[in-house]
């Protein structure tokens, strides 16, 4: 479930936002090898960072040339490593995939603006100056645009906790997104907290039902302007939120 505000830290412009993808309710197939989720450790962070840059685009690397993503990845992740809880899926040793816990909202939420409007400004004084080329400009003030956005109509602290989830490629549907669902429902239970959320792209007017039935339910949508010029097709972007007591049984860790 993927990188990186989620609704109730919209304040940014440049919008970090956390992605989720509660995984189908369906039994998913297992894979060969069944990988492991362990606590993060610093040896884990140069893998996290490389799944997130190679799923930026709906699980697929950029198609563009987006300029300073070393910027927007620390915008999308320093918080999580430096305060949050991690937990990621290992294969043979390797960093497959990775779930980042926001258990203190408002903690992230001060940390996000403030980052948020310093990658914001640091994106447009580049511009001003030429130094970003055609692609870099639309991409940053597309971004802005959709925090913006999301800041003016997003409803806030949809639940006390966020999570981030995302995997490589070659290992989704494997039944690890379930999961690391299931491991998030652990953190929030342990810290007394109802529930958390987070977002998920999706193609526009996509209904769903199975995030639904695994016991989530969407609070709000909008235009994902970002996605849908990198994709080429319409894109929204879904705030999901899951209540624990509304817990159906399906995700299992």
């Known amino acids: 479930m993927d990188a990186s505000t989620p609704a109730g830290a919209h304040a940014d412009a440049a919008d970090p936002s956390p992605v989720v993808s509660l995984p189908p309710t369906a039994s998913a197939p297992a894979p ?8 993060r450790q610093a040896s884990d962070d140069d893998d996290i960072r490389r799944i997130l840059r190679t799923t930026l685009q709906l699980g697929q690397p950029l198609g563009v040339d987006a300029g300073d993503l070393a910027g927007y990845e620390s915008l999308c992740l320093d918080w999580y490593l ?7 899926a290992v294969e043979a040793g390797r960093v497959r995939g990775y779930l980042l816990a926001c258990l203190d909202q408002p903690a992230y939420e001060r940390w996000a603006r403030r980052r948020a409007v310093r990658w914001g400004a640091a994106a447009v004084g580049e511009i001003a100056i030429g130094r ?12 802005i645009r959709d925090g913006l956005t999301a800041w003016r109509h997003a409803p806030r602290a949809v639940l006390p906790a966020h999570a981030h989830f995302n995997l490589d490629g070659d290992v989704r549907g494997a039944g ?78």
């Open 132 to 143: 970003r080329r055609a692609d870099a400009r639309r991409f940053v003030w597309l971004r």
């Open 176 to 253: 690890t997104g379930h999961r690391l669902a299931a491991a998030m429902d652990e953190l929030v239970d342990r810290a007394g907290l109802p529930g958390w959320y987070g977002e998920l792209n999706v193609p526009a007017g996509v209904a769903l039902t199975a995030i639904e039935r695994a016991g989530a339910r969407v609070v709000y949508r909008q235009s994902n302007r970002t996605l849908s010029w990198l994709s080429g097709v319409p894109v929204e972007r879904a705030t999901i939120a899951r209540l624990l007591d509304d817990r159906t049984g399906v995700l299992r860790r």
């Open 32 to 39: 060969a090898t069944e990988l492991i989720l362990r606590p």
């Open 82 to 88: 430096e305060r949050g809880q991690v937990i990621v």
